[in-house]
C-alpha cells in the first residue's frame, strides 16, 4: 500500500492560518470517514489531534480543525502558534482492512 | 488512564529476528480492544506495522506481512511483535498503541531498535 500523500512542509507566521492535505485514494481516505491526524514532536510520541475525519479528543485545542473531500483530508490550524511547530502526520484505515500513514509534513512557524 | 510500555534489544544484528514487547497497565486490557505497532524510521515518516484484537485477529501490512507476527497474552497484559530477516531498514523507534475504535488514542513513549553487526 502506498502511503498517502502530504505536502513536505508548511510555514506561517504567528497568528495565520496553514492547511495542510492528505491525499489518498478511493481504497482509504475516499472509502470511509476514518481519517486521523497525529502531531509529532523530536523524541517524543505522536499524539492524537483529530480522528474521524473532523472530530478532536478532549484538551485539543479548537484551532485544530479536520475536514475531508473526495479522497483528499485536510487539517487547518487556526492562529498558528510557536508551539504548533511539529511534525503532522494523517492516517486512514483502508478497505484491506490495514491503516496507511500520510508522507508526513513538517510545519514552521516563521 | 491507559499507559503503555514498550520494550527491546536495542540492537539487532541483519538477518536476526526483532522481539519487542507492550506492557499495558492492567486496567486497560480489558473489553473489546485492538491494538497496533507503529515505527518510524531515523528521518523518516511512521508505518503502520501492525494490529491485534484481544481475541487474537490479526492485520498486518502487506508490505511487512511476511515477516511480522504480532500477538497478545491477556494473563501477562502483553502485546508483542516480531519482524524476522531484519536489515538496516529496519532500524526505527517502535510504538505500540491502542485503539479506540479506528484511531490509535494512547500510545507508548516508544523503543529505539538499532539493525546493525
Known amino acids: 500500500q502506498s502511503a498517502l500523500t502530504q505536502p513536505a512542509s508548511a510555514s506561517g507566521s504567528p497568528g495565520q492560518s496553514i492547511t495542510i492535505s492528505c491525499t489518498g485514494t478511493y481504497n482509504d481516505v475516499g472509502a470511509y470517514n476514518r481519517v486521523t491526524w497525529y502531531q509529532v514532536f523530536p523524541g517524543k510520541a505522536p499524539k492524537l489531534l483529530i480522528y474521524d475525519v473532523d472530530n478532536r479528543p478532549a484538551g485539543i485545542s479548537v484551532r485544530f480543525s479536520g475536514s475531508k473531500s473526495a479522497s483528499t483530508a485536510s487539517l487547518t490550524i487556526s492562529g498558528l502558534q510557536t508551539e504548533d511547530e511539529a511534525d503532522y502526520y494523517c492516517n486512514s484505515y483502508t478497505t484491506s482492512n490495514t491503516y496507511v500513514f500520510g508522507t508526513g509534513t513538517h510545519v514552521t512557524v516563521l | 488512564q491507559v499507559q503503555l510500555q514498550e520494550s527491546g534489544p536495542g540492537l539487532v544484528e541483519p538477518s536476526g529476528t526483532l522481539s519487542l514487547n507492550c506492557d499495558v497497565s492492567?486496567?486497560?486490557?480489558?473489553?473489546?480492544?485492538?491494538w497496533s505497532w507503529v515505527r518510524r524510521p531515523p528521518g523518516k515518516g511512521l508505518e503502520w506495522i501492525a494490529e491485534?484484537?484481544?481475541?487474537?485477529?490479526?492485520h498486518y501490512n502487506p508490505t511487512l506481512w511476511s515477516r511480522v507476527t504480532i500477538s497478545v497474552d491477556r494473563a501477562d497484559k502483553q502485546v508483542s511483535l516480531s519482524l524476522s530477516s531484519v536489515t538496516a531498514a529496519d532500524t526505527a523507534v517502535y510504538y505500540c498503541?491502542?485503539?479506540?475504535?479506528?484511531?490509535?488514542?494512547?500510545w507508548g513513549p516508544g523503543t529505539m531498535v538499532t539493525v546493525s553487526s
Open positions: 498503541a491502542k485503539h479506540r475504535a479506528f484511531t490509535f488514542e494512547v
Open positions: 491485534i484484537h484481544h481475541g487474537g485477529t490479526a
Open positions: 492492567a486496567d486497560s486490557f480489558i473489553g473489546d480492544q485492538w
